[in-house]
Structures are given as structure tokens and as C-alpha cells.
């Protein structure tokens, strides 16, 4: 067997046969560190106000530790994403859920505003290494006819583990503190650290590619696992095997899909991080008591997990180039009712609702496009690049919030401002020239 039939039967076996038990704990593996990372982000915003008030920041003091994990973040997509390519799956999990405990571990003893932004960096390091890995993973154990569906349907668990710390900040926050939710979120890293020792595998097309020690053997019982016949010998390694470059990305096959999903994660990640930091902040402001103001948060997480296993679905059936700019230009017209409608807490709670339903649900739907632009031997450079330089807007757009309301620019204002990235999003995603999203 020749290097190249090897890699073509181990694509086959994953794209034309059903799922196996095996390869759907692995997706469901994926949905649950997902959900860890829902927890590792969302719990700064849930406990902004008490961490402002212990040491006495201001709003743009406050945007900066949102953007400081934001910026650990890009620079994990950028650095560590794509070390996945080079090292392995496996590895990258590893290392990027033991970067995310260090820091939720370490915000627990943490003595000053420093100290904060430095573990808040650590931890987005290691969010940004495996986000856009678990996508890689995923789409690795699937089938062609699943392949979408998983890749967006994991997306849903990140605003699960939002909805799950808004609860439990919710009940334990004025009983133990802001420290205590920290060290709860680093334990749960933990459990999520030793659980990929355990029962995350490397991918066949990996272990196929670069044979590291025992490959054959590695590949045989990842086989077996998934009810297929095992390989009788590995063909001789290529000896003209490159490293996958961020140059692969700009070939003429790639270089506009690349530059259109640059963009427009670029432009969602400006909103949608935008939302997520300060959405809670601004209910409790608004005068809402602790709880109700914790709710508006798990309603936007609530309509983002409904709209995630939507976006599945609707991918699914219909392509993400139809069915992402469907949802932001909804989530378009909402934003602008929410920015200039008088509202009472029940019709806040809904338009909430609906902004995370069809913002977060309709962004996410970049993963499996980038999944699908880019092939299994470059997959984890082209997406950890794409949401590595979009979280450039992730970074900014907490930021400039914070400077805004300082400023005493209107809240209407300032939503209908950060509205408007949502349309540009939606013409990159619509417009993106890869043949393999047709």
C-alpha cells in the first residue's frame, strides 16, 4: 500500500460508514470541553461587578480583563492552534486544558488587578489552542453525512456551560464569594484535563500521516474501535512531507475563502464577544437586582445553545453559506429593536433571547465552513489561523464598549453601533468563493 491509498482509505472509512459508538463519544467529548470553555469565559462576566468593586476598577479598567482572556485567546488560535498539525491532536488537548486550569486556578489567590489580567491570559491562551481544535477533532471522527452537524452542534456546548455558571454563580456568588466560583471553574478544568488523558485519541489521518511511535499499533486499535478492519503495514513515510505554513492558506485554491473568513469572524467576534462580556454588567446597572440581571445572561446563553443545535440542523440541510447570514441578518433587526425599543424585563429577556439565539448561533457556523474550506493536513492552521486574527474583534470590541460608556455615549447608541459588524459578517460568509461549500 502506497503512502497516498493509505490516506485515502482511512478518509473513506470515516466518511462513507455510519458512526460508530466510539466516534460519537468522541463528538460527545468534544460538546462537554465546550462546555468547559463556556464555564472558563463566561464566569469573569457573571462575576465582573464583584471583582470591580474588590478592587475598585472602572468600566474601562473592567473591558480590559475581558479583553485580556480575549487576547490569550487570539494568540492561542494563532500559536498554539496550529501546533495541532505538527504535534498532534492529542497533544494540543492536553496542553491547551492544562494552560485553562492554571489560570482559572490561579485567579482564586490572586491579590491585584495585575494578577488578574495575567491569569485571565494564561487561561485564554489555552481556550484559543483548543476551540478551534475540537472543531478539527470533531470533523476527523465524523462522516461525511455528519461532518456539519457535529462541527456546529459542539458549538452548542459553550453557551450550555454559560447557562450551567449562571446558575450555580447565581446561587453560590453571595454565600461564598467571586474567589469560590473561580475555584469551582478551575476544579471542573481539571476533571476536563485528566478525562483527555484518558479517552481523547489522536486522529487516524494524523497517526496515518506523520507514523510517530507505534502508529500502526495506534491506528489498529482506533480501527477496531470503530468496528473496521485494521491495516497490515504502514507504507514508508514521505520523505518530502513540509510542514503545513500560514503561506498554504494564500494558494490561489484558498487565498479568498481564507481572506473572507478572516473577515468575517473578524466582524462576528467584534459583536458577539461584545455581547457576552457585557450584557450582564449592563442588566445589574440597568438596576435589575443580582438575579434578574444573572437571568438576562442565561437567556442570551439559552437562545445561543437553541440556536447552535438550530444552525446544526440548518447547515446540515441547506450549507452555512445560506444559513449564516440568515440568522445575522435576523439577529441584525433584533439588536436594533433592543437598541431603541423602551423596555420592560419581560420583553428585555426576549429580545436577549433572541440576540443570543441568532447571533451566536448564527457565528458559530463559521467552524464548519472553515472545516470544510480547509483539508484534514492543513485543518488545524487554516482554522486555528481564521479565529486566531478574528479574535483581533474579539479583543477590540469589549474594549471599545468600555470606552464608549465611560465616554457617556447612550446604551441605544452603542448597540446600534455594534449591530452593524453583524451585516459585514454576513456578506463574507455569503460571498466566500470555496468550492467545497457548494
Given at each position: 500500500m502506497t503512502y497516498e491509498a493509505l490516506q485515502f482509505k482511512l478518509k473513506n472509512l470515516i466518511d462513507n460508514n455510519p458512526m460508530s459508538v466510539y466516534q460519537v463519544v468522541i463528538v460527545v467529548l468534544c460538546f462537554i470541553l465546550n462546555m468547559n470553555d463556556g464555564i472558563d469565559v463566561l464566569v469573569v462576566s457573571f462575576t465582573a461587578t464583584d471583582i470591580k468593586n474588590t478592587f475598585g476598577l472602572n468600566a474601562t479598567e473592567l473591558g480590559t480583563i475581558f479583553s485580556a482572556g480575549l487576547s490569550g485567546m487570539t494568540l492561542g488560535c494563532l500559536f498554539i492552534a496550529?501546533?495541532?498539525?505538527?504535534?498532534?491532536?492529542?497533544?494540543?488537548?492536553?496542553?491547551?486544558?492544562?494552560?485553562?486550569?492554571?489560570?482559572?486556578?490561579?485567579?482564586?489567590?490572586?491579590?491585584?488587578?495585575?494578577?488578574?489580567?495575567?491569569?485571565?491570559?494564561?487561561?485564554?491562551?489555552?481556550?484559543?489552542g483548543i476551540l478551534p481544535t475540537m472543531a478539527t477533532a470533531t470533523a476527523e471522527f465524523s462522516n461525511n453525512k455528519t461532518r456539519d452537524f457535529n462541527v456546529g452542534l459542539i458549538q452548542g456546548g459553550w453557551p450550555l456551560g454559560a447557562i450551567l455558571t449562571g446558575f450555580f454563580v447565581?446561587?453560590?456568588?453571595?454565600?461564598?464569594?467571586?474567589?469560590?466560583?473561580?475555584?469551582?471553574?478551575?476544579l471542573v478544568s481539571l476533571a476536563m484535563l485528566i478525562a483527555v488523558y484518558f479517552f481523547m485519541p489522536e486522529s487516524l489521518v494524523f497517526l496515518g500521516k506523520k507514523q510517530p511511535k507505534n502508529a500502526q499499533e495506534q491506528i489498529n486499535n482506533l480501527l477496531a474501535r470503530m468496528k473496521q478492519a485494521g491495516i497490515e503495514s504502514l507504507p514508508p513515510k514521505p520523505s518530502d512531507d513540509p510542514s503545513v505554513s500560514f503561506k498554504d492558506l494564500f494558494l490561489p485554491e484558498y487565498k479568498m475563502a481564507t481572506l473572507k473568513l478572516w473577515l468575517g469572524v473578524f466582524?462576528?467576534?467584534?459583536?458577539?464577544?461584545?455581547?457576552?462580556?457585557?450584557?450582564?454588567?449592563?442588566?445589574?446597572?440597568?438596576?435589575?437586582?443580582?438575579?434578574?440581571?444573572?437571568?438576562?445572561?442565561?437567556?442570551?446563553?439559552?437562545?445561543?445553545?437553541?440556536?447552535?443545535?438550530?444552525?446544526g440542523a440548518g447547515v446540515n440541510r441547506f450549507g452555512a453559506k445560506k444559513v449564516l447570514p440568515t440568522f445575522l441578518l435576523i439577529a441584525f433587526g433584533i439588536m436594533l429593536s433592543y437598541a431603541n425599543l423602551s423596555l420592560n424585563f419581560s420583553l428585555m429577556f426576549i429580545l436577549i433571547f433572541g440576540i443570543g439565539f441568532f447571533v451566536q448561533g448564527g457565528f458559530n457556523a463559521f467552524f464548519p465552513m472553515a472545516a470544510r474550506v480547509y483539508p484534514s493536513a492543513m485543518r488545524s492552521t487554516g482554522v486555528g489561523l481564521t479565529f486566531g486574527v478574528g479574535r483581533f474583534g474579539a479583543i477590540l470590541g469589549p474594549q471599545i464598549f468600555g470606552i464608549f460608556k465611560d465616554s457617556g455615549m447612550p446604551i441605544s447608541?452603542?448597540?446600534?453601533?455594534?449591530?452593524?459588524?453583524?451585516?459585514?459578517?454576513?456578506y463574507m460568509a455569503f460571498t466566500n468563493p470555496s468550492k467545497n461549500l457548494d
Open positions: 496550529p501546533l495541532g498539525d505538527k504535534i498532534g491532536r492529542r497533544k494540543l488537548f492536553l496542553i491547551s486544558v492544562a494552560l485553562i486550569t492554571i489560570g482559572m486556578l490561579g485567579i482564586y489567590i490572586v491579590t491585584n488587578y495585575g494578577q488578574i489580567l495575567v491569569c485571565r491570559f494564561i487561561t485564554g491562551l489555552g481556550i484559543g447565581n446561587w453560590a456568588l453571595p454565600i461564598y464569594g467571586w474567589r469560590y466560583i473561580f475555584l469551582a471553574a478551575g466582524f462576528g467576534f467584534l459583536t458577539l464577544y461584545t455581547l457576552m462580556s457585557w450584557v450582564p454588567n449592563i442588566a445589574k446597572e440597568a438596576g435589575l437586582p443580582t438575579d434578574k440581571a444573572t437571568y438576562v445572561g442565561i437567556a442570551l446563553n439559552l437562545g445561543a445553545f437553541l440556536g447552535v443545535v438550530a444552525m447608541t452603542i448597540f446600534t453601533l455594534f449591530s452593524l459588524p453583524l451585516l459585514l459578517a454576513a
